[in-house]
């Protein structure tokens, strides 16, 4: 069965319609198209006024997102305290002229055995005094200990005494000793440096010419025989937070050192070590600082009646070091029950919690004191002794 053809004038009109149809789509496409470019820019020109906007007009707008029962500014500290504690974990721990393991006075396996038991319970760093380059006698011992060492990770400083404590009969030839110790460093990968003991303390000894030791290290010229320290002869002078002439120090050595060692004659307040510590690093420059921690008293402080540190004072000291400081020197007793919990968790999460709130304790407790006796507190000479 055979369909009729349509007339030629229908035909022609459907056509029509269908193209005008057509267009009209096209040109509704065109126009929506428009439409949704123009209303993107904008969003997106709105984006980017509120990330402009101040901190303090961005976290107002997406503050419903975070509970009321921890505000921003709190969650953000905490978040970055936990990353210091994180981060300080593996500080670096040394133990200064201990009772307990004077390597330099030992002999084979027993030196060895020593060496061996220091890095197990965490050191990486030990210190000693030495006090004459001349002293045949003395340079054999190190020589052992540096040969033992040689074979370990263990690092070797050895301790200079200034006048306050060498007195008048110490040896201060700074060339030579510089002399000496870069040869040790040529012979030895475990000899890191040395440091000189109480470089901005003073002296209170009735037979030495200076009152300060800074004074006597501008005129012995140490700065002239420092100029000779091989670079990867390590120098870490200890600098007191309530010393004498740090500018000097800084003027006149920073050039020279590698670090420095943060002391305080005051260490039996800790309201303000992290404030201290924080300062020291900035005025040197961000240099690696490292801060040493009296475990047991001081001569000055058994002069004075004083009690041995209390376990909480330890703690707390401890805890601020960890979190500030790059490295912490144990100062002579280094087998307490104190120190050896801490050498076997200060990488534990747990553990520096706990020594963290045992800090907070300690400060409170030491505020308290300061508001209940604020003439005491106050005074030039209490202050001036350290008792606050």
Not at 5 to 14: E, G, S
Not at 215 to 231: C, F, G, H, I, R
Not at 238 to 256: D, K, L, P, Q
Not at 319 to 338: F, M, N
Request: net charge negative; glycine share 4%.
């Amino acid at each position: 069965m055979r369909l009729s053809q349509a007339p030629p004038n229908l035909l022609k009109a459907v056509i029509l319609a269908e193209l005008v149809i057509i267009i009209v789509v096209l040109l509704m496409l065109l126009q929506f198209s428009s439409y949704y470019a123009k209303a993107t820019t904008v969003d997106q020109q709105q984006q980017h006024q509120q990330l402009s906007l101040s901190p303090s007009h961005y976290s107002s707008s997406s503050s419903s997102t975070i509970t009321k029962d921890t505000p921003p500014q709190k969650e953000n500290k905490s978040i970055m305290m936990m990353t210091k504690l994180l981060a300080k974990s593996k500080t670096d721990i040394g133990a200064w002229d201990p009772y307990q393991m004077p390597l330099e006075e030992l002999q084979g396996s027993k030196q060895e055995k020593a060496i061996k038991s220091l890095l197990e319970q965490g050191f990486s760093e030990y210190y000693f005094v030495m006090n004459d380059f001349n002293d045949s006698k003395a340079k054999r011992a190190i020589e052992k200990l540096l040969k033992s060492s040689d074979k370990t990770d263990l690092k070797i400083l050895i301790i200079l005494l200034p006048p306050s404590e060498g007195g008048p009969d110490g040896n201060y030839d700074w060339d030579g000793w510089i002399d000496y110790f870069n040869d040790l460093k040529d012979e030895h990968r475990s000899f890191k440096g040395f440091t000189i003991d109480d470089f901005n303390w003073i002296s209170t000894r009735n037979d030495t010419k200076f009152w300060k030791n800074i004074d006597y290290m501008k005129y012995s010229n140490l700065s002239k025989a420092l100029y000779e320290k091989q670079e990867d002869v390590q120098f870490y002078p200890v600098i007191y937070f309530e010393g004498e002439e740090t500018n000097t120090v800084i003027s006149e050595y920073s050039r020279f050192i590698d670090g420095i060692i943060l002391a305080s004659s005051c260490y039996y307040n800790i309201t303000n070590l992290e404030k201290d510590l924080l300062t020291f690093a900035r005025i040197f420059d961000s240099e690696p600082i490292r801060y040493v921690v009296y475990p047991t008293i001081t001569y000055n402080y058994s002069r004075q009646n004083y009690n041995l540190p209390s376990d909480r004072l330890v703690m707390a000291t401890l805890s601020i070091a960890t979190k500030v400081a790059d490295g912490i020197l144990l100062w002579r007793e280094i087998d307490s029950h104190v120190v050896e919990d801490y050498l076997s968790n200060h990488d534990d999460h747990k553990y520096l919690s706990k020594i963290s709130k045992i800090e907070k304790l300690q400060i409170r407790d030491e505020m308290i004191w300061r508001k209940a006796n604020p003439t005491l507190a106050n005074s030039v000479l209490f202050q001036g002794h350290c008792h606050i």
